[in-house]
């Protein structure tokens, strides 16, 4: 495949988890609205492969967190390396565009550019919390970091790393999600096969296996006691299409509670619920602008939050409260996040009181901070500059 360049350039963008997919597929279309006869290629999703990726590997199959449980997908992990190194020796690679995971991605942009492949980074590593010397290794393999939260790209001016704040791309995907409700109030229970006269409780435990794992079982024991405290509370729990369905179901089933599982559609029943409790991910920040508050809860190794407590210096993890600098969610991690917790905090929220109204006026504050519209568009204009043989 030869470079083309210009007009008709071929991107390798590698993204391994369902929120850098639904960015991923975002940017993908917005490149070809600049480019129409641009050509994708490389590492994605359901979502990017909709949008025209033609997929080397499934990011299925390399989606984990935690320091021990990535051993279980080491033989993955290798096999997409092995496939992102051909596409790169071919030489038909006109930019490569590398969405988070910063394990991963970090070390396929020093394949990148070892090729001479120019290297644009859409949501960094978070190296402000911890891993602060990711720095240097960004400034030696990335040639431009597009950053997504405001107080970013002073830092990385700061350590001569070349960086845009592009804005967040969640505000253009949360729009888009509004403006498909079916009636012009937004999204109501009733879309979802729900009921509207009930109060709505999403629980969102994440879309890798391993969280799965470590927060669903929690998460499932506090809507059985918020369910005894608040009798006509109704649940629902989107199943995202990189994890086993089958699977999420039947141990649903067997919790005693009932819980409707939808086939995706966080992102609706984020906007139809009265409250939330989510896993700490980009969701947090999906339920801000949603208005819908809740309670932030995670979970993972014992090892790997031995270690996070260790390296990791900030007083928040949620992206919510990064972003307004408090903590305006509660946060229920690792021994903290108890069922009875969990169901303390839904129940207060879903009263009309004060809990509720404090963090609603927090969400205002941080809906104001997130920017405006048109992320991916100002996106695709940075790795469009950035192409091989574009200027």
């Known amino acids: 495949m030869p470079l083309t360049g210009g007009a008709a350039p071929n991107v390798f963008l590698s993204a391994c988890e369902a929120s850098a997919d639904l960015h991923g597929a975002h940017l993908m279309r917005a490149i070809a609205q600049e480019r129409p006869a641009a050509r994708f290629a490389g590492i994605g ?12 590997f499934h990011a299925r199959d390399l989606s984990v967190m935690g320091l021990t449980e990535v051993l279980g997908r080491l033989g993955a992990v290798r096999r997409a390396f092995a496939a992102a190194r ?32 120019p290297v644009v980074y859409f949501i960094g590593p978070k190296f402000w919390a911890w891993r602060k010397g990711r720095l240097r290794t960004i400034a030696a393999r990335v040639d431009h970091m597009m950053t997504i939260l405001p107080f970013e790209k002073p830092l990385y001016d700061a350590a001569g790393v070349p960086a845009t704040y592009v804005g967040n791309p969640l505000v253009d995907e949360m729009a888009e999600v509004a403006a498909a409700a079916p009636t012009p109030g937004g999204w109501r229970p009733s879309d979802l096969g729900l009921d509207d006269a009930r109060p709505l409780v999403a629980l969102l435990p994440g879309s890798r296996p391993g969280e799965i794992a470590a927060i669903l079982p929690g998460l499932l024991d506090a809507a059985g006691r918020v369910a005894e405290r608040v009798p006509d509370a109704q649940f629902a729990l989107p199943v995202a299409p990189s994890l086993d369905g089958a699977a999420i179901r039947a141990r649903v089933a067997a919790c005693g509670v009932p819980v409707t599982c939808l086939d995706g559609r966080a992102v609706e029943l984020l906007c139809a619920a009265r409250v939330a409790a989510m896993a700490s991910g980009t969701v947090t920040l999906q339920a ?23 390296l990791v210096t900030l007083s928040h993890v949620g992206l919510v409260n990064l972003v307004a600098g408090e903590g305006v969610v509660p946060e229920l991690l690792q021994d903290a996040f108890t069922p ?35 992320a991916p568009r100002r996106a695709a204009r940075v790795v469009l500059d950035h192409v091989r043989g574009a200027a």
């Open 45 to 56: 999703g359901e979502r990017m492969g909709a949008a025209g990726q033609e997929q080397l």
């Open 86 to 117: 051909r596409a790169f020796a071919e030489g038909g690679v006109d930019v490569a565009v590398l969405i988070d995971a910063p394990d991963f991605n970090l070390r396929l942009a020093a394949h990148a550019r070892r090729a001479g492949i």
């Open 288 to 310: 801000a602008l949603a208005g819908t508050p809740g309670v932030i809860v995670y979970r993972v190794s014992p090892l790997t939050w031995a270690v996070g407590r260790r």
């Open 340 to 374: 009875e917790a969990v169901a303390e905090q839904l129940v207060a929220l879903l009263a009309d009181g004060g809990a509720r109204d404090r963090q609603c006026k927090g969400l205002a504050r941080v809906r104001g901070l997130m920017g405006g519209a048109g």
